[in-house]
T-cell receptor, first 113, second 114 residues
Framework: ETGVTQSPTHLIKTRGQQVTLRCSSQSGHNTVSWYQQALGQGPQFIFQYYREEENGRGNFPPRFSGLQFPNYSSELNVNALELDDSALYLC????????????FGPGTRLTVL | DQQVKQNSPSLSVQEGRISILNCDYTNSMFDYFLWYKKYPAEGPTFLISISSIKDKNEDGRFTVFLNKSAKHLSLHIVPSQPGDSAVYFCAAELFSGGYNKLIFGAGTRLAVHP
């Protein structure tokens, strides 16, 4: 049983650029959620995908978008990067409706200069 | 609007003693609460949960207590071990807009020293 993996581990971008972060879900999980964790804060829910469709969205602007693929891997895309987008981005996979069975990846640390 | 609050950024406890981590919430619609543990360079790991219809749930050294009238929950670790040193997040599940989402507190860093 493989865990949740994310790539890249670290990333440095400049303001205005675009970034794509990737996540490979736990085997058998059909739901993926993305979170942003700013320094000193808890993870904040960005959105969730179930069966390749966005299933829910937190308080994030449309320049945050995502994809889920048939193999349940996922991408988070952020356009027009801002300095405040600097954070740890976590993805978590689960079976739908099972937060206690939600497994997090190690995260991607994004720095926007 | 911070709906889940962990007011203690850090806690230091001696090995073998009890660790008590606290969490307060404001939304009475929350119906499920979870605790996660996070080590550096790793993602959060689920630790224990409690439904809003219960007031206590126990799993080995970990016990979570829920006081709905006070909108307060706490995580007790007995006895504390050095390997418990990590950041602990309290999270609440909210069903809104047709889906469930988790709302996290800011975390409490626990240090267990020998």
């Amino acid at each position: 049983e493989t865990g949740v993996t994310q790539s890249p581990t670290h990333l440095i971008k400049t303001r205005g650029q675009q970034v794509t972060l990737r996540c490979s879900s736990q085997s058998g999980h059909n739901t993926v959620s993305w979170y942003q964790q700013a320094l000193g804060q808890g993870p904040q829910f960005i959105f969730q995908y179930y069966r390749e469709e966005e299933n829910g969205r937190g308080n994030f602007p449309p320049r945050f978008s995502g994809l889920q693929f048939p193999n349940y891997s996922s991408e988070l895309n952020v356009n027009a990067l801002e300095l405040d987008d600097s954070a740890l981005y976590l993805c978590a996979s689960s079976l739908v409706g099972r937060f206690d069975g939600q497994f997090f990846g190690p995260g991607t640390r994004l720095t926007v200069l | 609007d911070q709906q889940v609050k962990q007011n203690s950024p850090s806690l230091s406890v001696q090995e073998g003693r009890i660790s008590i981590l606290n969490c307060d919430y404001t939304n009475s619609m929350f119906d499920y609460f979870l605790w996660y543990k996070k080590y550096p360079a790793e993602g959060p790991t689920f630790l224990i949960s409690i439904s809003s219809i219960k007031d206590k749930n126990e799993d080995g050294r970990f016990t979570v207590f829920l006081n709905k009238s006070a909108k307060h929950l706490s995580l007790h670790i007995v006895p504390s071990q050095p390997g418990d040193s990590a950041v602990y997040f309290c999270a609440a599940e909210l069903f809104s807009g047709g889906y469930n989402k988790l709302i996290f507190g800011a975390g409490t860093r626990l240090a267990v020293h020998p």
